[in-house]
């Protein structure tokens, strides 16, 4: 019987290299052996993952960053959010630290909102994100110092339902803005029944491979 999951199952690989090193990410060039469909070569991002946070107060108010995103050239309102890139640290570790790092700000409770893939067919980056509750500011002597491009971003408390007024008038484009604003108000409008334990299993592990 047909079950709506994505299933795992990579196909296998008969030759693998890497096209291009970057800072972050790098291009990886694999031939992929379909069975009987043949042989294909695929390039795409080999990215290490990341987690995003959708922090939400009690007057239902959601936090979010303003960033300068330079391949598509405008500064884009997003939840705290950061890479997967500190060998053996855990995704909710990983996620504690960026709410801190990028918005000076500490949680009590923490759920599993949403995981997605944000390009499946040329990347390799796989998303968590996070309802984090219990919302509090960081002490005053607890605040990281935000430098390179983080130094001039801006952060604003925004009403739940006005984000995704803004969304659907084409006003944010951030995808994981997007992704978790819904994710967000279907948990909301369910009575928080959708939401997973923090330290729930992610079947997809990504990585810089």
């Known amino acids: 019987m ?11 690989v008969s030759a693998t290299g890497v096209s291009f090193t970057g800072r972050v990410w790098d291009i990886k060039t ?10 294909v070569t695929r390039d795409y991002v080999a990215h290490t993952g990341a987690v995003a946070i959708m922090a939400l107060s009690d007057n239902d108010e959601v936090y979010l960053v303003r960033q300068y995103r330079h391949p598509v050239g405008r500064e884009v309102w997003e939840p705290p959010a950061g890479l997967l890139d500190e060998d053996g640290e ?17 949680a009590d409770r923490w759920d599993v909102l949403v995981d997605y893939v944000t390009s499946p067919g040329g990347s390799s980056e796989g ?23 983080e130094r001039d971003m801006i952060g604003h408390w ?4 006005e984000i995704l007024t803004a969304i ?35 079947d997809y592990v990504p990585g810089r491979h």
Not at 30 to 39: A, K, M, N, Q
Not at 91 to 97: E, I, Y
Not at 127 to 149: F, G, K, M, N, T
Request: charged letters at 35%.
């Open 127 to 149: 998303i968590r994100i996070y309802l984090a509750r219990e919302v509090h500011e960081a002490d005053p002597d607890d605040r990281h110092e935000r430098r390179d491009e």
């Open 168 to 202: 659907m008038a084409g006003q944010l484009w951030g995808p994981t803005t997007i992704v978790g604003s819904f994710a967000l108000d279907a948990a909301w409008r369910g009575d928080w029944a959708t939401l997973r334990p923090a330290d729930a299993p992610w």
């Open 90 to 106: 855990h995704p909710l570790d990983a996620a504690k630290r960026e709410l801190w790092e990028e918005a000076d700000l500490r």
């Open 158 to 161: 925004w009403n739940r339902e």
């Open 30 to 39: 694999d031939v992929v052996e379909l069975g009987d469909s043949g042989t």
């Open 2 to 12: 047909t079950s709506l999951a994505d299933l795992p199952g990579r196909r296998p």
